[in-house]
């Protein structure tokens, strides 16, 4: 009866331990998959950011060459050649994981046609074009590395200023100030197209610098970094400095004056490339923090699927080890049949009589002395 109720003890604790140890995996499997996901596409955030990092600096260059081309300065600056063979280091990096090989190469190829381009008008349009690609480009790099998808609201906001806003805005400026340039050089019946072009830009740039002035201001806000706001206050300053200066130049309603614009953009690109690299390296360092988190809910997970695998194995093994202690002491009680006690009969020299023999063949020979 007893080994029949130690036997279904038994049964049931290995049923128990089983219907435990079965949903803690499951649960471990999920949380250990939905944190790899989320590890991985952080890190493929990331990747966008070091790409982005790389174009910054070619924005910048190509306005440079766009302004100087027009002006007749027919070699390319020393700057547009750093800053394709640092995208080209990036691309040949990162290039496989956010798919923009092909993209790139076309963009390279266009780039290296622009010093061949002759005449302001043909040159300003063969960078228009080369801009365009390179907007198109960032566009890629947020879309495939799903910065755009970012659940945090401040890297959310960021993305946003720093891959379409900042690059936008600094194409756009670039554009408004060599079309109030080219303006100064044209005959008059050519002046009404471009001056429609310029006065589109002018619109287009209000436009860009609110759209980035309201990303990085909710970015500000809705960010736990201690450090974010302060880094963006004085960069973003002296953007609308910039912006301020560009506009007075401008002088939409009115003939733009090309010099104060030429030394406003100037200011405005300084800046922006300022704001663009302090943006980017907050991005990165909350990303990184992020990982981060990710890295210790991994331990965190590792360490609590061992403790509960030592519980079970704990559960499984504790029984048997308290069954084979209560059967070592039972096998080693002496039993009453048998016995090696000591006694007073216990010696063989010590044999007690044997009264009360019925041995028939003794009972007769007693008889027989009797007569």
């Given at each position: 009866m007893n080994s029949r109720r130690t036997r279904l003890g038994s049964a049931l604790a290995v049923i128990l331990t089983v219907l435990v140890l079965v949903p803690t995996a499951v649960l471990f499997g999920r949380?250990?998959?939905?944190?790899?996901?989320?590890?991985?596409?952080?890190?493929?955030?990331?990747?966008?950011?070091?790409?982005?990092?790389?174009?910054t600096p070619l924005v910048s260059a190509l306005a440079e060459s766009q302004s100087t081309g027009i002006q007749g300065v027919s070699e390319a600056p020393e700057s547009l050649a750093a800053a394709v063979t640092r995208v080209s280091a990036a691309d040949a990096k990162l290039g496989d994981d956010l798919r923009t090989k092909e993209r790139w190469a076309d963009l390279k190829d266009k780039i290296s046609k622009l010093p061949k381009v002759t005449g302001p008008v043909n040159i300003l349009n063969a960078h228009v074009e080369a801009s365009d690609l390179t907007l198109a480009l960032y566009a890629a790099v947020r879309r495939n590395a799903q910065l755009n998808r970012d659940p945090d609201g401040d890297i959310s906001n960021l993305q946003q200023a720093v891959a379409v806003d900042m690059p936008t805005t600094v194409t756009r400026v670039n554009r408004m100030g060599d079309y109030a340039n080219l303006l100064q050089g044209l005959p008059a019946a050519s002046r009404p197209q471009v001056q429609a072009q310029f006065a589109h830009e002018v619109l287009t740039v209000q436009d860009n610098v609110k759209q980035l002035t309201e990303n990085l201001q909710a970015a500000v806000d809705n960010t736990e970094s201690d450090t974010l706001s302060g880094s963006l206050v004085s960069a973003l300053d002296s953007f609308r400095r910039g912006v301020e200066a560009m506009n007075r130049g401008a002088n939409p309603a009115g003939t733009p004056n090309a010099a104060t614009m030429s030394t406003a953009q100037t200011t405005l690109q300084t800046a922006l490339s300022n704001l663009a690299g302090i943006t980017l390296k907050e991005m990165e360092r909350l990303l990184d923090d992020r990982i981060g988190t990710y890295d210790y809910r991994r331990t965190e997970a590792i360490i609590m699927g061992a403790l509960a695998l030592l519980l079970v194995l704990g559960a499984l093994i504790w029984p048997a080890f308290t069954r084979r202690r209560e059967t070592e002491p039972a096998a080693e009680r002496p039993s009453d049949v048998g016995s090696n006690r000591p006694g007073p009969y216990n010696n063989p020299y010590d044999q007690a009589p044997g009264y009360g023999e019925l041995d028939p063949t003794r009972r007769g020979e007693r008889s027989g002395a009797l007569r």
């Open positions: 949380v250990w998959t939905d944190n790899s996901d989320k590890r991985s596409s952080t890190e493929l955030e990331l990747k966008g950011v070091e790409y982005m990092t790389a174009l």
